[in-house]
């Protein structure tokens, strides 16, 4: 059989595409615009605004830029932004609820321009927070640091996995199994998965030009998630807090380029 009989979508499925230098140059664009506006939300995150008006303040810096707010639509998600708050893990829905003093908010913000796409998730303390909330927000970005540091070539993708996992109950929480990292490009979505738990030493080896995106959502207690009735933010069972941090990361034959950081 002939590859005209092949089915373009079978024959890709399970491969890691290796992205040129000038497909990285575009990612690089991608994943500025994903910092760049993680930076405007910063400077408005505070008791008394409402996610709906983060989700609004997002989507026009991110247009204003030239580029589209990758997830508005990406499976029929209704807004630009995910804004999960408290126990919410991911894929909160901007609306209007008012953050109040002492909330951690997740947000996640995918960014396409000129075909390539960029990701990436921080989660804000609002106001003052516990110690035992800012402990979790430290360890969770420690934690992706701890996976990207193992985002190289010679390296296997489960080394990823295991990187976080142990950094992660080494300190007491736990990994949420239900969503993962992935590869990212083209499409906002590409092979491989990144499972953020797992045994090291698995998976394909890593090469310089693949693109991840990492991404650990830590639980305080329970690792185990439920979605919500409105079929897509989810929480954690115990109703435990959660946070969530991502960076699209270049693997390179020196150091793991961070692509989503200014
Ligand atoms: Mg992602």
């Known amino acids: 059989m002939g590859p005209e ?13 290796v992205k040129s230098k000038q497909e990285l140059a575009c990612m690089r664009e991608a994943g500025r615009i994903v910092a760049l506006t993680f930076a405007e939300l910063g400077k408005v995150i505070k008791p008394g605004v409402t996610t709906g008006e983060l989700n609004r303040l997002a989507e026009e810096f991110i247009l204003a ?5 990758a997830f508005k639509g990406l499976y029929g998600f209704p807004a630009s932004i995910c804004t999960s708050v408290n126990e919410e893990v991911v894929h909160g829905i901007p609306g209007l609820r008012k953050l109040n003093n002492g909330d951690i908010i997740s947000i996640d913000i995918g960014v396409e321009i000129n075909g390539y ?11 003052t927070i516990t110690e035992e909330a800012r402990r979790l927000l430290k360890v969770t ?3 992706l640091y701890a996976g990207i540091a193992k985002a190289r070539p010679g390296c296997r ?7 976080i996992q142990v950094y992660v109950e080494s300190r007491g929480y736990s990994v949420v199994r239900d969503y993962v990292g992935h590869g990212i490009g083209r499409n906002m979505h590409e092979e491989p998965q990144v499972p953020n738990f797992g045994r090291p030493g698995r998976g ?5 030009g693949m693109t991840l995106a990492i991404e ?8 185990e998630v439920r979605v919500c009735a409105d ?5 954690t069972r115990d109703a435990g807090l959660s946070a969530h941090f991502e960076h699209t990361v270049a693997i390179t034959d020196a150091e793991p380029e961070i692509l989503t950081r200014l």
Request: proline fraction near 7%; charge should be negative; charged fraction near 20%.
């Open 5 to 17: 009989h092949l089915d373009i979508a079978e024959m890709t499925k399970g491969l890691i595409t």
């Open 65 to 69: 830029r030239g580029g589209r707010p």
């Open 117 to 127: 796409y960029g990701d990436g998730a921080v989660t804000f303390p609002v106001g």
């Open 141 to 143: 970005e420690e934690a």
């Open 157 to 163: 993708l489960s080394d990823i996995s295991n990187a």
């Open 204 to 208: 394909p080896r890593l090469r310089a």
């Open 216 to 223: 650990p959502m830590i639980n305080m207690g329970t690792h």
């Open 231 to 235: 079929n897509w933010t989810v929480v």
